[in-house]
């Protein structure tokens, strides 16, 4: 992994001018990417499949388990994936968690400011505290020298049209009510349906908790650089995607 390039694809609006454009679109297909969460709905449109795809968020491990597992099944040019499955059976939520692409490792869940360094193997893996930072973590782990994030954009609305609290003794747990025409926090519309769960972002505190952490604890040879041009991360220097075009 020392001379390839890892793109981290979170799925703020700005991943949106990489994704309709067809010519960067060809140029991130011909390197390694992450792709997480929900963006799974938008691959067959856009005839793109990422290298590896997971989702470090219990809840929405839990909300989309039938169609993690049937992407692990159906043929697919993804050649890992990373789910932590739930809090109570972890993993073993998934029916196909012997699957060969299926990557089996021991989640543990820690406090944002307890985290202390990259994690030193997959027996032993420590959350960051963000999907993109453990899709960042992981590649880190994996060798990779020069890692550039896209879409990670950090400016969410925290509590959007259509999404209400379902849980009494977790407010911050979230369900969409209903379809909404336009989605604030993500680089295509139907990134969110109704019925699907989640956490508000509360991203003062996980979202950049969790860069910071990676920023801190990186390996001085790792090169992280940040893409989106209207990014509110701090940590990492600004590239643009021309550049590296």
Known sequence: ?????????????????IMNDPKKLNFIKKHDTFGLNAAYRAFKKYNFYPTYFGCFDYVVNESHKEAFEKLVLEKN????????????????LYKVYNNKRFVNFNFITIQLDKYTGISPN????????????????????KGYKKIVLLGCDCNYVEK?????????????????TKNIDNNPNYWFNEYQKKGDKFNLPRTSKFQMGSWKNIANHKPKNVKI?????????????????ETLM
């Open 160 to 176: 959007i049209q259509g999404a209400s609290s379902y849980d009494k003794n977790a407010s911050h747990r979230l369900v969409m």
């Open 1 to 17: 992994m020392e001379n390839k390039i890892l793109f981290i694809m979170g799925n703020g609006p700005s991943l949106g001018d």
């Open 122 to 141: 997959f027996k032993e893996y420590y959350d960051p505290g963000s999907s993109g930072a453990n899709a960042l973590q992981i590649g880190i782990m």
């Open 225 to 241: 650089y940040n893409a989106s041009k209207i990014s509110k991360i701090p940590f990492f220097e600004k590239v643009a995607l």
């Open 77 to 92: 040019t993804i050649k890992e994936f990373y789910f932590i499955g739930n809090r109570v059976l972890g993993q073993r």
